[in-house]
Nanobody
Framework: QVQFVESGGGLVQPGGSLRLSCAAS????????MGWYRQAPGKQRELVAR??????GYANSDKGRFTISRDNAKSTVYLQMNSLKPEDTALYYC??????????WGRGTQVTVSS
């Protein structure tokens, strides 16, 4: 069964850092480009960053602050977030990019940036 398990979120002050992890199972992880998504209250889910075979891409608002990486041996994708801003507050999820497993979203990990 396909499963995505996100972790690493928390409460952090503006300017702080967090490292998110997402462990995937039930898929041949190395075959998929992976993405980190976030959804803030009252807003649509948006793609934050993506990674395929060593190629990364970021939303304009995150360029230079976020770094996505992956470990295919561990079927895990990471998101290093630096210089966090209050507007980064959201529930963060991972899935493939483009979204292949729309019925298998994980619970997400909450990131709250506040002083």
């Amino acid at each position: 069964q396909v499963q995505f398990v996100e972790s690493g979120g928390g409460l952090v002050q503006p300017g702080g850092s967090l490292r998110l992890s997402c462990a995937a199972s039930g898929i041949i992880f190395s075959r998929y480009a992976m993405g980190w998504y976030r959804q803030a209250p009252g807003k649509q889910r948006e793609l934050v960053a993506r990674i395929s075979s060593g190629v990364t891409g970021y939303a304009n608002s995150d360029k230079g602050r976020f770094t996505i990486s992956r470990d295919n041996a561990k079927s895990t994708v990471y998101l290093q977030m630096n210089s966090l801003k209050p507007e980064d507050t959201a529930l963060y999820y991972c899935n493939t990019d483009p979204i292949t497993f729309d019925d298998y979203w994980g619970r997400g990990t909450q990131v709250t940036v506040s002083s």
